[in-house]
């Protein structure tokens, strides 16, 4: 059996973002356990708007949609930008419906773990919240627990999650051994 795919995706444009970080962080631990990683963030997920067939010729969009149909889990991560998950995580999981027809459609049986982070726990809760429908409504099995972090209340906000991201990983690969 070969190793399972992890496939990150989330975070800003900006290259030190808390949330592109904590994806990478979690990344490595699922890496640590043998998974193949693939990190989408920043230029990797910026898109234009959706619209159906714009994905058609776009070798960025067919990049990360070839990664997530790949993927055994995934795990979601947004800033949270006026209490919801910003434009640029949901315009990427908007292309998300280019699996709609696919013979796993969306995210259908997969493992998804959450982050959300923003600077107050009301925007981090509620995003974490939002990313969870999201999931739900693209057929994911969101993990039991998912990460909000409050930046404005952690200085260091990798480290100080550690545990979460240790137990929200080893979920992802409890609920891919059981699929």
């Known amino acids: ?11 800003t444009t900006r290259a030190e973002s808390t949330t592109g970080r904590l994806l990478a962080a979690a990344l ?3 890496a640590a356990r043998g998974a193949r990683v693939t990190l989408l963030t ?7 708007h959706y ?28 800033p ?14 908007d292309y998300v419906e280019q699996l709609a027809k696919d013979e796993r459609p969306y995210f259908d049986g997969l493992p ?7 600077a107050g726990w009301q925007a981090a809760v509620s995003t974490l919240q939002a990313l969870r429908t999201i999931v739900h409504a693209l057929r ?9 972090v409050n930046t404005s209340e952690n200085s260091d906000p990798v480290g ?6 240790q137990a929200m990983v080893d979920q992802l690969f409890l609920f891919h051994g059981r699929r």
């Open 28 to 30: 490595d631990m699922a």
């Open 140 to 148: 994911g099995w969101p993990t039991p627990i998912g990460i909000a």
């Open 1 to 11: 059996m070969s190793a399972p795919h992890v496939v990150a995706l989330g975070g």
């Open 80 to 93: 949270g930008y006026h209490g919801t998950l910003s434009g640029l995580v949901k315009t990427a999981l």
């Open 160 to 165: 100080g999650c550690q545990k979460q991201m």
């Open 51 to 78: 619209e159906p067939g714009i994905a058609e010729g776009n070798e960025a969009i067919e990049r990360y949609l070839a990664a997530l149909r790949s993927a055994d889990a995934i795990i979601v991560g947004s």
């Open 112 to 118: 998804v773990g959450l982050v959300a982070t923003a």
């Open 42 to 48: 920043g230029p990797d997920i910026a898109f234009p």
